[in-house]
């Protein structure tokens, strides 16, 4: 293995019932005003806001609560919850939901700290090295959100959907719930699947020293992914599937898949972004129709690589026949594996490779990202 640094300072609370505890779990920190940061009003039918709300009073915490997150959040929702938290002087924020509202939330806690623009954190003016305490109630498992510091958000007058990424923006304490999951929709299992997937094929297949121990620790996490999904889609209410999945989607980006790993690269999570931001597509989605196209074009830079996974993941030799295997699985759960299924035109696909070429321009990456990559991949998605 390489020297590496590894630092993740987020508890995890994982279980059934832990969200009861939650008030708990943030009175420890002598924190007396909470902002809960929430999607749709399910929640609150559903009981669980105020099981949380109960919590919070028992322990003697006020809160303010802010709904309406969308699926690929969006920075005007952010604004709207930095000048509620600084309106309310809450010290803490509380995600109840999945990777879009902790997203948020983290954007949220940073940008209430911030004499600027929150939006300089995403445009790489600044970096997010204070912020009010984070905390989350998972109610969905893809992202890994909970055991990072990454939060993804889209400016919607511009399209422009970019992350942060800083020291004091790990959650301080994550509640996962597995029960709390099951009332997810097959159609979103299978774009957490293809999130997860990505997360970890990003650096697999990229990595040009990958040690041994991590591969297999990767290989584990994506079977682990293949079986429990299958599972889950036969039996949403299987509980040991829902918690190995839970907790194989934490792994997958909680950076400790990144020990002793060289020169790794998210490419999937480049180019995914831009989609997703200009068609209001599901992430996971835009995910599983670029991850086969751009396999295609990676496979020969590390071919050994993408003949291991064909082995390991599918039992097939060859690193074309594993990619088409892995299409065919997305296909089997239900995620987009083509452009069309995605409902997204063709035709577009020179203003794509122009807006991502500046992109990588602005990021210094325009070695890498070429235009000529960037088409490549998209003409494989067709």
Same mark, same amino acid.
């Given at each position: 293995?390489?020297?590496?640094?590894?630092?993740?300072?987020?508890?995890?609370?994982?279980?059934?019932? !832990?969200?009861?505890?939650?008030?708990?779990?943030?009175?420890?920190?002598? *924190?007396?005003?909470?902002?809960?940061?929430?999607?749709?009003?399910?929640? !609150?039918?559903?009981?669980?806001?105020?099981?949380?709300? !109960?919590?919070?009073?028992?322990?003697?915490?006020?809160?303010? %609560?802010?709904?309406?997150?969308?699926?690929?959040?969006?920075?005007?929702?952010?604004? $709207?919850?930095? $000048?509620?938290?600084? @309106?309310?002087?809450?010290?803490?924020?509380?995600?109840?939901?999945?990777?879009?509202?902790?997203?948020?939330?983290?954007?949220?806690?940073? /940008?209430?700290?911030?004499?600027?623009?929150?939006?300089?954190?995403?445009?790489?003016?600044?970096?997010?090295? %204070?912020?009010?305490?984070?905390?989350?109630?998972?109610?969905?498992?893809?992202?890994?959100?909970? &055991?990072?510091?990454?939060?993804?958000?889209?400016?919607?007058?511009?399209?422009?959907?970019?992350?942060?990424?800083?020291? #004091?923006?790990?959650?301080?304490?994550?509640?996962?719930?597995?029960?709390?999951?099951?009332?997810?929709?097959?159609?979103?299992?299978?774009?957490?699947?293809?999130?997860?997937?990505? +997360? @970890?094929?990003?650096?697999?297949?990229?990595?040009?020293?990958?040690?041994?121990?991590?591969?297999?620790?990767?290989?584990?996490?994506?079977?682990?992914?293949?079986?429990?999904?299958?599972?889950?889609?036969?039996? @949403? %209410?299987?509980?040991?599937?829902?918690?190995?999945?839970?907790?194989?989607?934490?792994?997958?980006?909680?950076?400790?898949?990144?020990?002793?790993?060289?020169?790794?690269?998210?490419?999937? +999570?480049?180019?995914?972004?831009?989609?997703?931001?200009?068609?209001?597509?599901? +992430? /996971?989605?835009?995910? @599983?129709?670029? &991850?086969?196209?751009?396999?295609?074009?990676?496979?020969?830079? *590390?071919?050994?690589?993408?003949?291991?996974?064909?082995?390991?993941?599918?039992?097939? %030799?060859?690193?074309?026949?594993?990619?088409?295997?892995? !299409?065919?699985?997305?296909?089997?759960?239900?995620?987009?594996?083509?452009?069309? $299924?995605?409902?997204?035109?063709?035709?577009?696909?020179?203003?794509?490779?122009?807006? *991502?070429? /500046?992109? #990588?321009? &602005?990021?210094?990456?325009?070695?890498?990202?070429?235009?000529?990559?960037?088409?490549?991949?998209?003409?494989?998605?067709?």
């Amino acid at each position: 293995m390489k020297d590496f640094t590894f630092f993740n300072p987020t508890r995890i609370e994982f279980g059934k019932d !832990k969200e009861e505890n939650i008030g708990q779990y943030i009175s420890e920190y002598g *924190l007396k005003k909470v902002l809960i940061v929430y999607g749709s009003e399910r929640i !609150k039918k559903n009981g669980l806001f105020e099981k949380v709300a !109960k919590s919070l009073s028992d322990k003697g915490i006020s809160y303010e %609560e802010l709904g309406g997150v969308v699926s690929n959040p969006v920075l005007s929702k952010v604004y $709207e919850g930095v $000048e509620l938290a600084k @309106s309310t002087k809450a010290d803490a924020v509380l995600a109840v939901g999945g990777g879009s509202v902790l997203d948020s939330s983290k954007a949220i806690a940073a /940008g209430a700290v911030y004499e600027g623009d929150v939006w300089d954190f995403f445009s790489f003016k600044a970096v997010p090295n %204070e912020a009010l305490k984070i905390f989350d109630i998972m109610t969905l498992a893809a992202t890994g959100s909970e &055991m990072n510091n990454l939060a993804v958000v889209t400016k919607e007058e511009t399209k422009e959907k970019f992350s942060l990424r800083g020291s #004091a923006t790990f959650p301080t304490v994550s509640v996962i719930n597995p029960k709390l999951q099951a009332s997810v929709t097959n159609e979103y299992l299978a774009y957490s699947a293809s999130d997860i997937f990505a +997360h @970890s094929l990003d650096l697999y297949l990229t990595a040009t020293y990958l040690p041994e121990y991590i591969a297999g620790y990767v290989e584990n996490i994506l079977k682990t992914v293949v079986r429990t999904t299958e599972t889950l889609l036969n039996d @949403s %209410e299987d509980y040991e599937a829902r918690a190995e999945f839970a907790w194989a989607a934490t792994q997958a980006l909680n950076f400790t898949t990144f020990c002793g790993v060289e020169n790794n690269r998210y490419d999937t +999570h480049f180019l995914e972004h831009t989609l997703s931001a200009e068609y209001n597509i599901a +992430h /996971g989605a835009g995910l @599983s129709i670029l &991850m086969p196209a751009w396999m295609k074009w990676q496979k020969n830079l *590390l071919p050994e690589r993408f003949e291991r996974f064909a082995r390991k993941m599918f039992d097939v %030799e060859g690193a074309g026949s594993g990619i088409e295997a892995l !299409k065919q699985w997305y296909s089997k759960i239900g995620a987009p594996v083509t452009l069309k $299924e995605g409902n997204i035109p063709e035709e577009d696909i020179p203003m794509l490779v122009e807006k *991502l070429s /500046g992109l #990588a321009k &602005m990021m210094g990456a325009d070695g890498l990202y070429t235009a000529d990559m960037i088409n490549t991949v998209f003409q494989n998605a067709k």
